[in-house]
């Protein structure tokens, strides 16, 4: 082969490739940018509260 | 959830089938005769390229409608034709590409102006513009209406590149596959390898226009968010 078509391969899918891995990489920021939804007040993350689940009774 | 986990078989299927119709491209298939120096492996990239540009601004034009029929209308519709018209116009880059670099060894130039070859240019420029006219700045509502119709515009070149082969007789070969006669140029190795070209390359193209689709989602939420936050910010400044 002459190298041209190798060349056309490595184009097409680094290209596409690269395309790929930036809209994973936008993708991410723009989750990390948004505000996360509000916490329901007085809860801790995990707790039981926080997971809708009825507290232990003592 | 269950959509990512849905979406990452489709992304990983997508990278399997990338990678073997490469490797049974380049390594495994015979070259035809005719073909100078195997240029003919191009045979498994480029018209699967090229079908799904078709797919992608098929898609942008169905939405573009569901947006303008009044009953349909939704933000969402918008996002999908956007989003279908990006990938779109990345396969039909890689289509003229590739299809210049198969001229090049067959038939000495890079470039020749052919009916197929500058309707697909023409195609590109088109849909190059309605991503452009997307980005010109204005209310969501407005910039949305005035995309739609931009792509309906667009679209009237599709038709044309895709019947151009079988309308003009030219420096292009004619189609590989006869759709109107159900009849395949290739056979054996050669047409498995195209086949799992076109799946890989389709289901390629739904991996893509997903995470397109989603970045528009979060883009919007964040604009939502943020006109949200100016407003209180100015609404407590008049009440102070």
Request: aromatic share 12%; proline share 5%.
């Amino acid at each position: 082969m002459s190298g041209y078509i190798e060349a056309g391969y490595v184009i097409a899918l680094g290209s596409l490739g690269s395309y790929a891995l930036s809209l994973l990489r936008r993708e991410r920021a723009a989750r990390r940018g948004l505000p996360h939804p509000p916490r329901r007040a007085g809860t801790v993350p995990g707790s039981p509260a926080a997971r809708d689940e009825p507290a232990e009774q003592p | 959830m269950r959509a990512d986990r849905t979406l990452r078989a489709l992304g990983v299927a997508a990278l399997v089938g990338m990678v073997a119709t490469t490797w049974l491209g380049l390594f495994v298939t015979p070259n035809a005769v005719g073909f100078a120096d195997g240029t003919v492996r191009l045979l498994y990239i480029h018209p699967p390229l090229a079908w799904v540009m078709f797919i992608a601004y098929g898609m942008a034009t169905l939405s573009s409608l569901l947006y303008l029929w009044p009953r349909t209308r939704h933000r969402r519709f918008d996002r999908l034709a956007g989003a279908s018209a990006e990938v779109g116009v990345i396969f039909t880059g890689l289509t003229l590409v590739t299809g210049s670099i198969w001229g090049r060894t067959t038939w000495g130039v890079w470039w020749a102006w052919d009916p197929l070859l500058t309707t697909t240019a023409l195609l590109f420029v088109l849909y190059l513009g309605y991503l452009a006219i997307r980005n010109v700045p204005g209310d969501p509502e407005t910039v949305a209406r005035r995309s739609a119709i931009a792509g309906l515009v667009a679209f009237l070149d599709v038709p044309i590149v895709f019947f151009a082969v079988s309308w003009w007789r030219s420096l292009h070969q004619g189609p590989t596959i006869d759709l109107a006669t159900r009849h395949s140029y290739v056979h054996g190795s050669m047409a498995w390898t195209l086949l799992l070209g076109f799946v890989s390359f389709t289901l390629t193209y739904v991996w893509l226009m997903a995470h397109r689709y989603r970045l528009a989602a979060l883009k919007d939420r964040e604009d939502d968010q943020g006109l949200e936050a100016a407003l209180a910010e100015r609404w407590a400044e008049a009440v102070r």
